[in-house]
């Protein structure tokens, strides 16, 4: 197993269906996010964990539900979502300490997210 | 309101050439960048950084320019290759931390 990766690669849902995206990372790293990128926009953080406590949340709304119940593994459940929720989701995790940052974090390859 | 801008979403070169990049912010408080690669159904993967301590950081054919000045920086590829061939973010972050905020990215194509 290496890095990131985010399961299922690729998810259809109705707009009244529950699903979760899945995110794992094997890296030992503390912090993990949510990014959404879609189309002709630039990638938006939508949450970040640290230390398994939820730090950010930036403004996003509720159908969209975040969980992280270790260090390794982050999930983003998703309920009566939108078509305009429809985008590539993507996972990000990095160290974080006192010491300082890099601001590199390490992606998955994505959810590719499709809502009808 | 979008802190980092990169126009002239596409961008193709000739196998060899030099390809320049643009990006540009508009967060003062901003004082770390980075820029990221992405190929198709890939995540984007970490290439090149620099503290706004520094104008030039340089990393084989990679290198970045800050002009803090200007709120402009620029990575340059030299020589550019095939495999160059992906799209690339600008991304910036205040202390260092992990925030970041990306551009919207440019597609590079290298002509063989």
């Known amino acids: 197993e290496t890095g990131v990766t985010q399961t299922p690669r690729h998810l259809v849902m109705g707009m009244t269906n529950k699903k979760s995206l899945k995110c794992e990372q094997h890296l030992g790293h503390n912090a993990m996010y949510w990014y959404k990128q879609s189309a002709k926009k630039p990638l938006e953080l939508m949450f970040v964990?640290?230390?398994?406590?939820?730090?950010e949340n930036n403004s996003v709304p509720s159908r969209f539900s975040p969980e992280c119940p270790n260090s390794s593994h982050l999930f983003l459940h998703l309920h009566t979502l939108q078509p305009e929720d429809s985008a590539l989701y993507l996972c990000?995790?990095?160290?974080?300490?006192?010491?300082?940052?890099?601001?590199?974090?390490?992606f998955g390859e994505g959810s590719r997210l499709t809502v009808l | 309101d979008q802190q980092v801008k990169q126009n002239s979403p596409s961008l193709s070169v000739q196998e060899g050439r030099i390809s320049i990049l643009n990006c540009d912010y508009t967060n003062s408080m901003f004082d770390y960048f980075l820029w990221y690669k992405k190929y198709p159904a890939e995540g984007p993967t970490f290439l090149i950084s620099?503290?706004?301590?520094?104008d030039k950081n340089e990393d084989g054919r990679f290198t970045v320019f800050l002009n803090k000045s200007a709120k402009h920086l620029s990575l340059h590829i030299v020589p550019s290759q095939p495999g160059d061939s992906a799209v690339y973010f600008c991304?910036?972050?205040?202390?260092?931390?992990?925030?970041?905020?990306f551009g919207k990215g440019n597609q590079v194509v290298v002509i063989p």
């Open positions: 620099i503290s706004s301590i520094k």
């Open positions: 991304a910036a972050s205040v202390g260092g931390n992990n925030r970041l905020a």
């Open positions: 990000a995790s990095s160290q974080d300490s006192l010491a300082g940052h890099t601001g590199e974090l390490f």
């Open positions: 964990y640290s230390l398994e406590e939820r730090v």
